[in-house]
Nanobody
Framework: QVQLVESGGGLVQAGDSLRLSCEAS????????MGWFRQAPGKEREFVAA????????????YADSVKGRFTISRNNGKRHTLYLRMDSLKPEDTAVYYCAASWRATTAGTYDYWGQGTQVTVSS
């Protein structure tokens, strides 16, 4: 079955960087849209970034306005299919549980079929 396992969260200070990883298994994810979402306490889960297959080995990346220019999504389609989220210039408002998600050729901010368990990111001021 499909498994998405996130790692890399932690407690950092404002302005620091973190890289989240999501290791995916149970499918060939080459043509899957894969993304990151986050949920802060008392708030709805929101879209952060996603990478969608375009053609061949080309992917399209999409970002929420709140993270554009600070976060970078990437993926490794090797034997261990891994999704990454590089987060720079972190702000206290980035504090949330970050979830990895995957879905067959979904739109980037659309509905996803598979979800990880989440990893906590806390940014202190």
């Amino acid at each position: 079955q499909v498994q998405l396992v996130e790692s890399g969260g932690g407690l950092v200070q404002a302005g620091d960087s973190l890289r989240l990883s999501c290791e995916a298994s149970g499918r060939t994810f080459t043509q899957y849209t894969m993304g990151w979402f986050r949920q802060a306490p008392g708030k709805e889960r929101e879209f952060v970034a996603a990478t969608k297959w375009k053609d061949g080995s080309t992917y399209y990346a999409d970002y929420a306005d709140s993270v554009k220019g600070r976060f970078t999504i990437s993926r490794n389609n090797g034997k261990r299919h891994t999704l990454y989220l590089r987060m720079d210039s972190l702000k206290p408002e980035d504090t949330a549980v970050y979830y990895c998600a995957a879905s067959w050729r979904a739109t980037t901010a659309g509905t996803y079929d598979y979800w990880g368990q989440g990893t906590q990111v806390t940014v202190s001021s």
